[in-house]
Nanobody, 126 residues
Framework: QVQLVESGGGLMQAGGSLRLSCAAS????????MGWFRQAPGKEREFVAT????????TYATFVKGRFTISRDNAKNTVALQMNSLKPEDTAVYYC???????????????????WGQGIQVTVSS
């Protein structure tokens, strides 16, 4: 069983930066790919970024490329999302997600993630 707790969200002006962090409990953190997703009001949950178990491979949604960076620290069981050049359309609840153990490769599919955090609000004002 894996528990995920997000932190670092809040209110930011357009053009600013925020750093989200996700702390994971449980074993085999480095044997799981991790991901960040987001959900805006009235919209479906969408993929933002993913990182492989080793941290050597990352994939990003087109709309965040060049602005967001995903990283992980396997010694501390944490994954982070550095968000720069924020836009009002980045406003959403952001979720940290973990794949099942031994699923180390990246994935952009919601259905490939077995564990989810409660989510954290990010609001970007214009």
């Amino acid at each position: 069983q894996v528990q995920l707790v997000e932190s670092g969200g809040g209110l930011m002006q357009a053009g600013g930066s925020l750093r989200l962090s996700c702390a994971a409990s449980g074993r085999s953190f480095s044997n799981r790919a991790m991901g960040w997703f987001r959900q805006a009001p009235g919209k479906e949950r969408e993929f933002v970024a993913t990182i492989s178990g080793s941290g050597g491979s990352t994939t990003y949604a087109t709309f965040v490329k060049g602005r967001f960076t995903i990283s992980r620290d396997n010694a501390k069981n944490t994954v982070a999302l550095q968000m720069n050049s924020l836009k009002p359309e980045d406003t959403a609840v952001y979720y940290c997600a973990a794949r099942s153990v031994s699923s180390t490769v990246v994935s952009s599919s919601v259905n490939d993630y077995a564990y989810w955090g409660q989510g954290i609000q990010v609001t970007v004002s214009s």
